[in-house]
């Protein structure tokens, strides 16, 4: 397969997320046109990103949702496990580690971080709760390079300036701030905003699942 466009790679996880959702509304196939209103990206785009998938959409049948979905699980690597790293054990970070990606995505928090000397050192769901100090330490060892930020708005910078020293190249920020980091740094903020307009539109389009699926 021809090497997908960087600017394509970056859509692939927004189409993978809305084809998983057209899937569990039951929806088999989907055209461009459906899609780019869903993600906000132009049908053009859509159609140009899919034929670099070797998918090529039918005029009045549209993409299949399985084969795409298939595709895209395998380019996402989701069928290898990852570990990530999470900083900030309060409200967030607790459910994330009780949550913990239920296995399912081949993804699994291995180590929490956190400044709080009450939980530091103990074990949460499975997953051990290291001081600040041990940051670097851990991630080099465990091979972390993705991390989820869950501190306070106040500190978020600054914490996310000791992760990026510490080798982390990915960061899944879940505070408001908006986080600089080098080029070389990858930062996916997540928007609970953004997520409930995305679940309104999906209500609006395509109504509510039906009891039987
Ligand atoms: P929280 O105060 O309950 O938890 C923050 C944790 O970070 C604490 O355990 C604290 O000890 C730790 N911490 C503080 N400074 C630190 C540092 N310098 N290094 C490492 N750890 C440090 O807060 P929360 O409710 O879990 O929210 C966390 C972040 O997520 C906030 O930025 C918040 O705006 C955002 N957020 C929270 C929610 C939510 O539902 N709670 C939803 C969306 C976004």
Redesign the pocket.
Known sequence: MAKIPQATARRLPIYYRYLNFLKDAGKERVSSTELAEAVKIDSATIRRDFSYFGALGKRGYGYHVDSLLAFFKKTLSQDKLTNVAL?????????LLNFNFHQSNNVRISAA????DD?TGTIQNGVPVYP?ADMQEQLTVQQIEVAIL????S??Q??ADQMIAAGVKGILN????RIAAPETVRIQN?D?TNELQTLIYFLDHFGPKKDEE
């Open positions: 900083i900030g054990v309060g409200n967030l970070g607790h459910a971080f956190d400044i709080n939980i600040m869950t501190v306070p708005a500190v978020a600054s914490v879940f505070t408001p701030m997540v609970l």
